[in-house]
């Protein structure tokens, strides 16, 4: 959403999306409630109206950001499966348009943990709901099994990883061919091989 989109929204909606921006790009700790306020082009009466706290925003940024990201992990997946590709396919094709879009710092629910999980028990509690729908979605891609919520599990864990590596700069299509080979068995049948 580029600014001149930004300027027509609500004024809540506007600091909304302004401080996913910032807390996104720069880090919530960085970003001090002035600049959104600056950035918003809102008062402090209009703010502290709609945001009581900087905690407030930070948990409104993270629900905000959850709606947003897995709808579009729902849709890219579902794109890619249109297309007629494997689900281990649709998810690395998925991964790979995110760690390529310019704006990509990483995960924002791993960066908030990092940032503020000892000081804010409610953003680990938020990280760990927005991990376990994430996993619900990983669990849809792979086959029927009695392990299949372990799988989706191991999935996670897997893919976190890669995120984490795709934020320090791996490139991107190694990153993807060791993540292939490290997912594969996961999305193999259960019985095979048996």
């Not at 407030?56 to 992990?73: P, Q, S, T, V, Y």
């Not at 938020?126 to 989706?152: C, I, N, W, Y």
């Amino acid at each position: 959403m580029n600014s001149s989109d930004t300027a027509a929204l609500p004024a809540r909606q506007r600091i909304l999306q302004t401080a996913h921006d910032l807390f996104y790009r720069d880090g919530i700790r960085a970003t001090g409630i002035d600049r959104v306020i600056a950035e918003a082009k809102v008062t402090k009466v209009t703010f502290y109206r709609s945001y009581p706290s900087k905690n407030d925003l930070i948990h409104a940024f993270l629900a905000f950001r959850h709606e947003r990201w897995m709808a579009w992990l729902r849709e890219a997946l579902a794109r890619h499966q249109a297309a007629g590709e494997a689900p281990q396919q649709a998810l690395l094709n998925s991964l790979a348009e995110w760690w390529q879009a310019p704006d990509y710092r990483g995960c924002a629910f791993i960066n908030s943990a990092a940032e503020l999980g000892g000081a804010d028990p409610q953003v680990l509690q938020t990280v760990r709901e927005h991990k376990g729908d994430m996993t619900e979605v990983f669990m849809q891609l792979l086959p029927e099994g009695p392990s299949r919520a372990q799988r989706a599990q191991a999935l996670t864990l897997a893919v976190d990883g890669a995120i984490v590596h795709a934020q320090m700069g791996a490139p991107v299509e190694a990153l993807l061919q060791t993540l292939g080979q490290l997912v594969a068995p996961l999305f193999a049948p259960e019985d095979a091989g048996r």
